[in-house]
């Protein structure tokens, strides 16, 4: 099905470890994005990506990794967890076309426990 | 640095009353706002964008919204709310890059 997909949904991970949340989109999407959903914060950046091997950082990059090899998939890696990344993580594309739409369009998000 | 005001955390209707929730935002430029829904569990979804034009948008499930410039405001506006409406709302500031920069949310409780 056509769509943008995140896996896993649910994680419990401990402090210290790596983990990684995959995203994938069929769309061909030029632009990705992961942000983080926290109460009382909303939704923050992390990074985006504008194009396969073009990424940048967003508003709270610390602490984690992207790439972008191909279109379609946008991984976020958390090197090395903690507790202040116990969050609900979402990704999100966008056609990011000339005219700056900007309507995102967002997976069903991850939600990460790091114990 | 852009950012979004959104001043209510939570907001009760009753089923059938008319709804309005607020949004304010700065941003140096013409901006690109949007009011996105998110549903217990769920990604956001898309109701309304305005872009430029009339400053009255219409959004899908019913919502609209007015830009005011003066007011720097992009309130999120329902005629009569039903139980489904009951979600989180956030408001957003497009700016360079297709980045947005999101409020911090408002619940919407739909009471019988």
């Known amino acids: 099905d056509a769509g943008i997909t995140q896996s896993p949904r649910y994680k419990i991970t401990e402090t210290g470890r790596q983990v990684t949340l995959m995203c994938h989109q069929t769309?061909?999407?030029?632009?990705m994005f992961w942000y983080r959903q926290d109460l009382g914060h909303g939704l923050r950046l992390i990074y985006y990506s504008a194009a396969a091997d073009i990424t940048d950082k967003g508003e709270v990059p610390d602490g984690y990794v992207v790439s972008r090899s191909k279109t379609e998939n946008f991984p976020l890696t958390l090197e090395s967890a903690t507790r202040s990344q116990t969050s609900v993580y979402f990704c999100?594309?966008?056609?990011?076309?000339?005219?700056?739409?900007?309507?995102?369009?967002f997976g069903e998000g991850s939600r990460l426990t790091v114990l | 640095a852009q950012s979004v005001t959104q001043p209510d955390i939570h907001i009760t209707v009753s089923e059938g009353a008319s709804l309005e929730l607020r949004c304010n935002y700065s941003?140096?430029?013409?901006?690109?706002l949007f009011w996105y829904v998110q549903s217990p569990g769920q990604g956001l979804q898309l109701l309304l964008k305005?872009?430029?034009?009339?400053?009255l948008v219409q959004g899908i499930k019913g919502f609209e919204a007015e830009f005011k410039r003066s007011q720097s405001s992009f309130n999120l506006r329902k005629p009569s709310v039903h139980w489904s409406d009951a979600a989180e709302y956030f408001c957003a500031v497009g700016t360079g890059f297709q980045k947005l920069v999101f409020g911090t949310g408002t619940r919407l409780l739909v009471s019988p």
């Open positions: 941003y140096g430029a013409t901006p690109y």
């Open positions: 769309w061909s999407h030029s632009y």
């Open positions: 999100a594309s966008s056609e990011g076309v000339g005219a700056g739409t900007g309507e995102l369009f």
């Open positions: 305005y872009f430029s034009g009339d400053t």
